[in-house]
């Protein structure tokens, strides 16, 4: 396949990597301007977690265009929750009928997150995997799995595509039923985290924080009326960061799932992107429903 990525950010440098290990063609749009300021390549430093765990280490080259055309077989968009909005205004006159992968972060009902482009050309999915680029240099990695939506009546062929784009490059498909629900929590639990990002500064401090997923937890208990106002039902692990105490929350986090040296936690502590805007996004909608959320509020404040 032709494959093309909007923007050459964390998540599109890496699975384009993936894809081109795998036969495809990948390239690049980015901004006006950041072609020169990009360069021809970019050094990554990632984990490969797709068939037991290998350290990708290499200059890779990479092809750029500031400019669109609709002669590729598939686009994928991986961008800023704020960006969305402004990518699919772009695509929706270029694009044409090549399928769209929408493949970040949601808070919007799925319909409006990606007009004017047409719903049925476009299918929702979500990556496993982070980390961060500074000066040119890539560091994170992805795990094998990754989440996409069961096809909705008219998007068949294009989920059959992104299937067997991803299943060509060795990557396992986790279907989710309802992903505008699944989107939403996941955004609500960024939130969550994020408050505790603008607390301590940064992600690798809220790694190395003492109380940050104790407070995780506490945060997201908070965030859970708002999920339910605008009429998402909590999912799985939005309800266990509800729970489970804090202070047993806390040891699962760091004990468990962000354990030293495992690949969560160093996604996580790659991350240097700026945090604030999920938090910011369910503060706004818990004010219209008349949710109060004191502590987001007050972390949010703090940093303004």
């Known amino acids: 396949m032709r494959i093309l990525f909007f923007g050459r950010g964390v998540i599109s440098t890496q699975y384009a990597w993936a894809f081109e290990q795998a036969g495809h063609t990948v390239e690049f749009y980015v901004r006006k301007g950041r072609k020169e300021t990009f360069g021809s390549n970019i ?10 765990k290998k350290f990708i280490k290499e200059t890779w080259n990479v092809k750029l265009h500031e400019e ?38 949601v808070w919007q009902d799925l319909k409006s997150s990606i007009s004017p482009l047409p719903v049925n050309n476009v299918v929702f ?16 990695g992805f795990l094998k799995m990754i989440f996409l939506e069961k096809p909705r009546a008219g998007t068949e062929h294009i989920n059959n595509k992104v299937k067997e784009c991803f299943e ?25 985290m994020e408050t505790e990002v603008l607390r301590c500064g940064s992600f690798p401090a809220l790694m190395n924080d003492r109380d940050s997923f104790v407070n995780v937890g506490k945060n997201m208990r908070e965030i859970i009326p ?31 799932i962000y354990a030293t040296g495992s690949l969560p936690r160093l996604f996580v502590e790659y991350n240097n992107s ?15 429903a008349g949710i109060p959320l004191p502590r987001l509020t007050v972390a949010f404040e703090n940093t303004e």
């Open 274 to 288: 700026k945090a604030g805007f999920a938090v910011l996004e369910v503060v706004r909608e818990a004010q219209k």
């Open 68 to 105: 669109l055309s609709p002669n590729y077989d598939l686009i994928i968009v991986s961008v800023n929750t704020e960006q969305l909005p402004g990518a699919a205004q772009i695509l929706s006159t270029v694009a044409g009928t090549t399928p769209v992968l929408i493949f970040n972060n």
């Open 226 to 256: 708002v999920l339910k106002a605008r009429g998402a039902k909590p999912g799985a692990i939005s309800l266990l960061l509800t729970k489970i105490p804090p202070v047993l929350l806390g040891i699962l986090f760091k004990k468990v």
């Open 168 to 192: 060509s490059a060795h990557f396992k498909i986790s279907w989710v039923t309802d992903m505008e629900n699944w989107l939403w929590n996941h955004f609500a639990m960024n939130a969550a």
């Open 125 to 140: 999915g979500f990556p496993a995997g982070g980390g961060g680029i500074a000066d040119n240099r890539l560091r994170g």
């Open 43 to 52: 050094e990554l430093e990632m984990w490969d977690a797709r068939r037991g």
